[in-house]
């Protein structure tokens, strides 16, 4: 079964009160490694919304981030995923929602994040890695932005 997850997005009808334009599952999951699952909530493909017009682009998104945008995912983590370290052109607020997750930084340094802890990822080099026994999920909110001088999204 393709991971999913509900989904309601609100807007206006034509007497401006708002409304719920879509409640749904989504459709659109994805796996970049074994062990882990995601899909994305929404996605913009510009960096001030236009919020009188609907334009969902979560279907398309098929990198970790949209150049100029921003991108609403939530993850599944099993426990032993595989390692991926990687570095995303953005800043991410990455919320642990239930389970446990072990972030490793390039040089080594392993943080233990459990239910209810935020990492604020600032383009570093990372990789997450379930140890526990349960799937870990978390919601992440990946905000474009360029990387510092001398780094580069390949590491």
């Known amino acids: 079964m393709a991971f999913s997850v509900r989904r ?14 879509i409640d749904e599952e989504t459709t659109n999951g994805l796996t970049k490694r074994p062990g882990q699952q995601s899909t994305v909530v929404w996605a913009t493909d510009r960096g001030n919304p236009d919020l ?23 993850s599944r983590f099993d426990p032993g995923v595989s390692p991926r370290m990687h570095r995303t052109e953005s800043i991410d607020y990455a919320i642990i929602l ?17 239910a209810g802890d935020v990492v604020v990822q600032r383009g570093t080099l990372h990789n997450w890695q379930n140890n526990g026994t349960e799937p870990c ?7 474009s932005a360029p990387l510092p001088e001398g780094l580069d999204a390949e590491g």
């Open 137 to 143: 999920y978390v919601a992440f909110i990946l905000i």
């Open 98 to 114: 239930s389970g446990e997750l072990d972030m490793e930084l390039d040089y080594g340094k392993v943080t233990k994040l459990k």
């Open 8 to 21: 309601v997005v609100t807007g206006h009808d034509e007497h401006n009160k708002a409304v719920v334009l």
């Open 52 to 74: 009188s017009r609907l334009c969902d682009i979560s279907h398309s998104v098929q990198q970790t981030t949209v150049p100029n945008g921003s991108v609403c995912r939530i």
